[in-house]
């Protein structure tokens, strides 16, 4: 792993089936929308090994989400939760999620939502990319993403949390991941499972 500058990881790792998912699926979604990877698949794309179902994914909203739905289509993938753009479409300007896998097959999944609170923007207007060999993901801040795990506070997600504290221990802004944890009002968890 190669830190380019603050908001770029070069990524040399052997690419499981899941990370070649995601790095097809963000170079299909990059043309449509900004958006942004969130949540569990980070950890596992830096080297957590766990499984995952879903690849969680802010976007700020579609150009053209008819352009968007037959461009998935032709290229081989399907929305789980509906089966017309027009519907699909709702769920998203609603806040509701829509799931999009490949044609016939249920997992893994992309969770597509619009942001809602104020760190999911801050997700999006301070994105990292990370620089694979089949392509680059777009992820949000290693900071927020790891004050949001505690926040969740499952063992998975508390896991999840000290495995990229751990990595990025000597890169991280701590002042930020305060700032996040204090916001988020987990900050006796950070004390507790990080510090």
Same mark, same amino acid.
């Given at each position: 792993m190669e830190f380019i500058n603050s908001k770029t990881i070069r990524l040399d790792k052997a690419e499981n089936d899941?990370?070649?998912? =995601?790095?097809? %699926?963000?170079?299909?979604?990059?043309?449509?929308?900004?958006? +942004?990877?969130?949540? !569990?698949?980070? =950890?596992?794309? %830096?080297?957590?090994?766990?499984?995952?179902?879903?690849?969680? +994914?802010?976007?700020? !909203?579609?150009q053209d989400f008819e352009k968007f739905y037959r461009e998935i289509h032709e290229k081989g993938?399907?929305?789980?939760?509906?089966?017309?753009?027009?519907?699909?479409?709702?769920?998203?300007?609603d806040g509701l999620a829509i799931r999009i896998a490949r044609k016939n097959q249920w997992l893994p999944n992309f969770e597509i939502k619009m942001?809602?609170?104020?760190?999911?923007?801050?997700s999006l207007q301070n994105r990292i990319t990370v620089l694979m060999k089949s392509g680059k993901l777009l992820i949000g801040p290693l900071e927020l993403g790891i004050a949001f795990k505690l926040f969740l506070s499952s063992e998975k997600d508390i896991e999840d949390a000290r495995f990229?504290?751990?990595?990025?221990?000597?890169?991280?802004?701590?002042?930020?991941?305060?700032?996040?944890?204090?916001?988020?009002?987990?900050?006796?968890?950070y004390e507790k499972y990080l510090l």
């Amino acid at each position: 792993m190669e830190f380019i500058n603050s908001k770029t990881i070069r990524l040399d790792k052997a690419e499981n089936d899941l990370d070649r998912f =995601a790095v097809d %699926f963000s170079t299909i979604i990059e043309k449509h929308t900004k958006h +942004v990877i969130i949540s !569990g698949y980070v =950890a596992i794309l %830096f080297g957590r090994n766990r499984a995952s179902e879903d690849i969680d +994914v802010f976007v700020e !909203g579609f150009q053209d989400f008819e352009k968007f739905y037959r461009e998935i289509h032709e290229k081989g993938y399907w929305i789980l939760n509906h089966d017309n753009s027009k519907d699909a479409h709702s769920m998203i300007k609603d806040g509701l999620a829509i799931r999009i896998a490949r044609k016939n097959q249920w997992l893994p999944n992309f969770e597509i939502k619009m942001p809602k609170r104020d760190t999911d923007f801050y997700s999006l207007q301070n994105r990292i990319t990370v620089l694979m060999k089949s392509g680059k993901l777009l992820i949000g801040p290693l900071e927020l993403g790891i004050a949001f795990k505690l926040f969740l506070s499952s063992e998975k997600d508390i896991e999840d949390a000290r495995f990229l504290y751990k990595l990025f221990q000597d890169r991280l802004d701590i002042g930020n991941l305060e700032h996040f944890a204090k916001n988020l009002k987990v900050l006796s968890l950070y004390e507790k499972y990080l510090l």
